[in-house]
């Protein structure tokens, strides 16, 4: 079992997934990145939340077919709720 603000990286044949536990709430955040065909699904607590790509318009081209460039991503996941007045 996964601890606050840990996460767990499994890798498959065709697929990736990325676990992950918040500091807040507790809640268990999946999420799977199918290559073929190219899909990204996210899940809270073992409920879909969303997909991406669901009708195919992105696709996973093999790096074994392009040239190989350094790039760098950085990013924040903010999960959480917010109350408005």
């Not at 990145?33 to 939340?49: A, C, E, K, M």
Request: aromatic share 12%.
């Amino acid at each position: 079992m996964l601890k606050d603000r840990e996460a767990k990286i499994t890798r498959g044949e065709d697929a990736v997934e990325i676990e992950s536990v918040d500091d807040v709430g507790g809640d268990i955040h999946r999420y799977s990145v199918q290559f073929s065909p190219f899909r990204i699904q996210y899940y809270i607590n073992g409920q879909w939340v969303m997909e991406v790509n669901s009708k195919d318009l992105l696709y996973f081209e093999s790096p074994n077919n392009v040239e190989a460039i350094d790039v760098s991503i950085r990013f924040k996941l903010i999960i959480g709720k917010r109350r408005f007045k």
